[in-house]
T-cell receptor, first 115, second 109 residues
Framework: EAGVAQSPRYKIIEKRQSVAFWCNPI?????LYWYQQILGQGPKLLIQ????????DSQLPKDRFSAERLKGVDSTLKIQPAKLEDSAVYLC?????????????FGQGTRLTVV | AQRVTQPEKLLSVFKGAPVELKCNYS??????LFWYVQYSRQRLQLLLR??SRESIKGFTADLNKGETSFHLKKPFAQEEDSAMYYC???????????FGTGTKLQVIP
């Protein structure tokens, strides 16, 4: 099956600029996650969607980060304005909605560098 | 709140030696535990999950609820095992997945 697709792969921006990342999950996967992975750390959940509804955004810095998942398929994550500490890899993952033997499948990630 | 702790940032072993990557968790309910692996320049992928009680690439992990641990073990390390390993916990009605900080396994030839 096709995997989770993310774009762009790399992005370099100056602080205070805006940036957007795009994710296309595996077809049929109702759950979509955005993670932030800072160098040397594990992935940190930013936001989780169930179809097009947000079920967890407790760690999303809402003053500068926003995300949407229109029509319950593709998703975009935006940062506006970016700070130096936002430099990280942004991972998108998706999974089936049901519990049990479901796993999260990850995209290749977008490496953001804020200078 | 749920938490996953991986105490070792780096673990170096010689080829053929046993491997144990430690993972401890804190969660008040019944967790689902996973090990994810990330090989160089590849995406994060599932290695194994406790619910399946499976052995993948020679790795096994047993959930010990008394010690709240889910250590990953392999009797004989191979060079191709060199990678980043992340322990993860899934919980709650919406299946929130929390990751540990990861352990880099380096297998020395």
């Amino acid at each position: 099956e096709a995997g989770v697709a993310q774009s762009p792969r790399y992005k370099i921006i100056e602080k205070r600029q805006s940036v957007a990342f795009w994710c296309n999950p595996i077809s049929g996967h109702a759950t979509l996650y955005w993670y932030q992975q800072i160098l040397g750390q594990g992935p940190k959940l930013l936001i989780q969607f169930q179809n097009n509804g947000v079920v967890d955004d407790s760690q999303l810095p809402k003053d500068r980060f926003s995300a949407e998942r229109l029509k319950g398929v593709d998703s975009t994550l935006k940062i506006q304005p970016a700070k130096l500490e936002d430099s990280a890899v942004y991972l998108c993952a998706s999974s089936l909605i049901w519990a049990g033997n479901t796993e999260a499948f990850f995209g290749q990630g977008t490496r953001l560098t804020v200078v | 709140a749920q938490r996953v702790t991986q105490p070792e940032k780096l673990l170096s072993v010689f080829k053929g030696a046993p491997v144990e990557l430690k993972c401890n968790y804190s969660y008040s309910g019944s967790p689902e535990l996973f090990w994810y692996v990330q090989y160089s320049r590849q995406r994060l992928q599932l290695l194994l999950r406790h619910i399946s009680r499976e052995s993948i690439k020679g790795f096994t992990a047993d959930l010990n609820k008394g010690e709240t641990s889910f250590h990953l073990k392999k009797p004989f390390a191979q060079e191709e095992d060199s990678a980043m390993y992340y322990c993860a916990l899934r919980s709650g009605g919406y299946q929130k997945v929390t990751f540990g900080t990861g352990t880099k396994l380096q297998v020395i030839p």
